[in-house]
């Protein structure tokens, strides 16, 4: 059998010439976030990190590798089943996701949008993540985090929602005004509604103040 | 090849691949089921569902051109790509694909979600002679880059020059995010045979293209939805700033 003139677009190097010696491939990607410090300096809304993706800020294209990357959130999620959390402690499952967000961008969240959504994840674990994201400093994110912990209260979990209204609180940002009163009127557990109202307070205190970092323009 | 002293015309380049990309805003609820029934009015040829990553994919051919749906929660994909079983690189002239694919997004506009963000993405080639030629095309267009066509290779340009948007006046910037570079591409063939022991490669034609890839997408910074009522107008202004960036090149 003779299979001639099949066109191949992958392994072609987006180049003019063979000179490139980068394997720009998922594994050394993934090296990346292995060496992330993740944490310099920690307190509610001061986590620092250095930034290693390698995709533009303002890209909305999907990158090349989000199958794997796909895995790898996988990964994340699946290891994290056998801890336990405790409030306000750093767990190797906020480390890696932390990381794994930081390294990857756009794409990380595209990634594990999915997984926190899907009514299949450990509903703790789901909780956990958007804690912690809500904790995130990281500007490139920071949209598609917001837009993760909104569409969180929509969740059929009370511990889901719970984990979206504490990572709003720590977000901290008055956009989220309306779709937390959304949530308040549909919340059918009184204390969970009572929580979201508390965190609807906070955000109001804050509504004419809007911080140049969550502002600034790409 | 005579050395191109011009910028070509927006109708010369080849499209690639054309995207739309919309991401729907936090509260809007949406069976995509008949998405593409309602926008193709006909049944996807194939259609990919992956319940756990909440993933839907429908594709067929519209016209002769292959178009594809990607929905994910956070985002849906319109692409429309080369038949690659009928082992075409490009989709033709970028003209032509954008006509039929504007079509199709505006009927989507109607029956789709509330959105946060809207991108249209486009890779488009133009076939070179040599690099050095294709080096010399881009220096029109790159009018800030110096080339040096005969010593350098692997030359590859990116850059975002947002502008304000024209439709929406209040603070909604557009990204107008570019990658010029000059691509070879080569046909590769295999030659199976039951009494070889492995597959051979068979010699391959190289080709070399000017490459730009497109990504012209409203900022993620903006606070709040777009409005239902001027999606098609948005959509129109990023075609438009695609257009112009085409034609005139890295301009701020």
């Known amino acids: ?218 | 090849m005579s050395t191109v002293q011009i910028k070509l015309d927006f109708a010369a380049w080849q499209a690639e691949s054309l995207r739309v990309t919309c991401f729907p805003s936090s509260g809007t609820d949406f069976n995509s089921k008949n998405w593409w029934f309602d926008v193709v009015g006909e049944q996807p040829e194939n259609t990919i569902i992956r319940a756990k990553d909440g993933f839907r994919q429908d594709e067929g051919h519209v016209n002769g051109r292959k178009i594809v749906l990607a929905i994910q929660p956070i985002r849906t994909d319109f692409l429309m790509i080369p038949n690659d079983e009928e082992g075409e690189i490009a989709i033709g002239s970028v003209q032509d694909g954008l006509d039929a694919f504007l079509t199709i997004i505006s009927r989507w506009f109607n029956i789709g979600p509330s959105l946060r963000r809207l991108a249209f993405g486009s890779v488009l080639v133009f076939p070179v002679e040599s690099r050095k030629s294709g080096y010399e095309l881009l220096g029109n267009y790159l009018p800030n880059v110096k080339l040096d066509s005969e010593g350098t290779s692997d030359f590859l340009y990116q850059i975002n020059r947002p502008r304000a948007s024209k439709v929406i006046t209040s603070d909604l910037m557009i990204n107008r995010l570019t990658k010029w570079s000059v691509l070879k591409r080569g046909l590769v063939g295999f030659e199976l045979s039951p009494d070889a022991a492995l597959a051979t490669t068979v010699s391959s034609s190289e080709t070399l293209s000017c490459r730009l890839e497109l990504d012209i997408n409203t900022s993620p910074d903006y606070r709040g939805d777009l409005p239902q009522d001027k999606l098609n107008e948005i959509f129109n202004e990023l075609v438009d700033l695609s257009k112009e960036i085409v034609s005139q090149g890295d301009i701020p």
């Open chain 1, 1 to 218: 059998m003779t299979l001639r003139d099949t066109p191949s677009k992958r392994n072609i190097p987006q180049t003019d010439s063979n000179a490139a010696t980068d394997n720009l491939l998922a594994e050394n990607l993934f090296k990346n976030v292995q060496s992330v410090p993740v944490y310099q300096d920690i307190d509610a809304h001061t986590i620092k990190i250095k930034y290693y993706g390698r995709t533009a800020e303002s890209s909305t294209s999907r990158s090349a590798v989000s199958g794997l990357l796909g895995k790898q959130a996988n990964s994340i999620f699946a290891g994290a089943k056998e801890e336990i959390f405790e409030d306000g402690m750093e767990s190797d499952f906020s480390r890696n996701l932390l990381g794994f967000i930081v390294s990857f961008g756009h794409s990380a969240m595209d990634a594990i949008i999915p997984i926190i959504l899907s009514d299949l994840i450990n509903t703790e674990v789901a909780s956990e993540a958007l804690r912690v994201i809500g904790h995130l400093n990281d500007n490139t994110t920071y949209r598609d985090r917001l837009w993760l912990l909104e569409r969180g209260l929509y969740s059929a979990s009370a511990r889901v929602r719970d984990g979206a209204t504490i990572g709003l609180a720590n977000l901290n940002d008055p956009l989220a005004i309306e779709p937390l009163k959304s949530a308040v009127e549909r919340e059918p557990i009184i204390e969970l509604r009572d929580d979201m109202k508390q965190v609807l307070y906070q955000l109001e205190g804050n509504k004419n103040v809007i911080t140049p970092k969550k502002d600034s323009q790409k």
